[in-house]
């Protein structure tokens, strides 16, 4: 197994993401649909300039490369922003017909692409036709100075899109494109200088993307992941596992070969009230991408940094620490639970390990897209222990907004 080019340039190693993300082995040759790991998560939104500000203040991401009307790029501008191994990509509507305004006005601040980093797009594609997807993009080169990348699209739910980009070998020859981002893209750095003292970055990579789907239509996209891109089942969540007094939803993760890219999946289930999924499923006005969870290896610092720049978590009740029943199943964990407590992070084990989490409330105006934060400990898992206080949680937030 080696690290991707971008896990190289952000001075991680194999021990330390097999740690992060819960990376394994696996043979690529068997796969028909070999993916590296993530390329870029690309958002549409209402204030491309504000928000590239925001992931770079609050979320210690470092401004690397821009596309605008300075590079000929009249409909709208992207700034490219990375923390670790990870790359955002954040559009906004620069002219009031960009097809990104439409998109906006229907869903708000959202993730329109998760773009995966892929050995060979032509193999996917045809992989993709064989099995019944939606081609968005047939595969084609974008060239500028610093070389070459072949990229295509596939559709997945709602109006998000697979972009596959394949960096390396894309003309034949060997070589790795050597720009920013993309052709087209230049360089740019960050406008805003840290604090002194920050920590270098706040998180190292991308752990997993949340896809919140509507009624009935979780099996449909476990299964396009299964054969159209040969992802495997890792863990499945459902009925009894997650439901409050008030609202339920099942959920199942979707895994690449080498666990790099993890979606879980959820859907609504029936209940005495609206769920949070039924939340996101109204005011994103379908499907989309609900949750990012960003991987650190130090989620203490991490919070401690987040919530100096006013980033909020959702509450977690003292009684949660205060359980016996907690204590007794996750036992020994690198930190004092008073330290956890302090903090609202949340704690999970399984059979694997244990692992750190806490989530945002929404990056947005409306109630949908969220960050988590997560520090894996060998739980290869996604905090089942902790759905039903999460929920809670979550159902507190909604009450608020009156959408309970
Ligand atoms: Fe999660």
Redesign the pocket.
């Known amino acids: 197994m080696d690290l991707t080019d971008q896990e190289r340039a952000a001075d991680l190693d194999l021990d330390q993401l097999k740690q992060l993300v819960g990376l394994v082995e696996y043979d690529e040759n068997k796969d028909v649909f070999p993916v590296t790991g993530w390329d870029a998560i690309v958002f549409v939104v209402g204030n491309a300039t504000q928000a590239a500000h925001y992931y770079q203040s609050a979320w210690g991401m470092d401004l690397v490369a821009y596309r605008g009307p300075e590079q000929g790029e009249r409909d709208h501008k992207s700034f490219v922003l990375e923390s670790g191994s990870i790359r955002f990509v954040v559009n906004g509507a620069v002219s009031p017909d960009s097809r990104l305004a439409d998109h906006h006005r229907a869903h708000g601040d959202g993730v329109v692409d998760i773009a995966l980093e892929v050995p060979d797009v032509d193999r996917c594609i045809a992989q993709a036709e064989r099995a019944g997807a939606t081609v968005l993009q047939q595969p084609e080169e974008l060239t500028d100075e610093h070389g070459t990348v072949r990229v295509a699209a596939i559709a997945t739910y709602g109006e998000t899109r697979h972009t596959l980009v394949q960096r390396v070998n894309a003309t034949g020859d060997g070589s790795v494109y050597a720009g920013p981002y993309l052709p087209g893209y230049v360089a740019a750095s960050s406008t805003y200088a840290k604090r002194d003292g920050a920590p270098k970055r706040l998180f190292e990579a991308l ?2 993307i ?1 896809g919140n789907v509507e009624l009935g239509k979780m099996d449909e996209w476990v299964g396009f992941y299964n054969k159209v891109m040969g992802f495997v089942n890792m863990a499945e969540f459902i009925g009894d596992d997650i439901a409050t007094d008030y609202s339920a939803l099942m959920s199942k993760v979707v895994a690449n070969g080498n666990h790099r890219v993890k979606f ?1 999946l959820n859907e609504p289930a029936i209940a005495k009230r609206k769920s949070q999924i039924d939340e996101y499923l109204e005011f994103y006005r379908g499907p989309g991408a609900q ?1 990012l ?1 960003v991987a650190t290896g130090d989620i203490l610092a991490t919070v401690d940094a987040l919530r100096t720049e006013g980033v909020e978590f959702l509450d977690t009740p003292d009684s949660y620490y205060d359980d016996p029943e907690l204590r007794a199943r996750i036992g020994e964990v690198r930190v004092p639970i008073e330290e956890l407590k302090k903090r609202k992070i949340l704690v999970d084990r399984d059979e694997d390990g244990y692992l750190l ?1 806490i989530f945002t409330k929404p990056l947005g105006d409306r109630p949908t897209v969220f960050f ?1 934060v ?1 520090e894996r400990h060998g739980s290869l898992g ?2 089942k222990g902790n759905f039903k206080a999460l929920f809670e949680s979550i159902e507190r937030e909604q009450d608020k907004r009156g959408n309970l």
Do not use: K
Request: glycine share 10%.
């Open positions: 752990d997993h949340v879980p949750h969870a989490q988590e997560i996604f905090g």
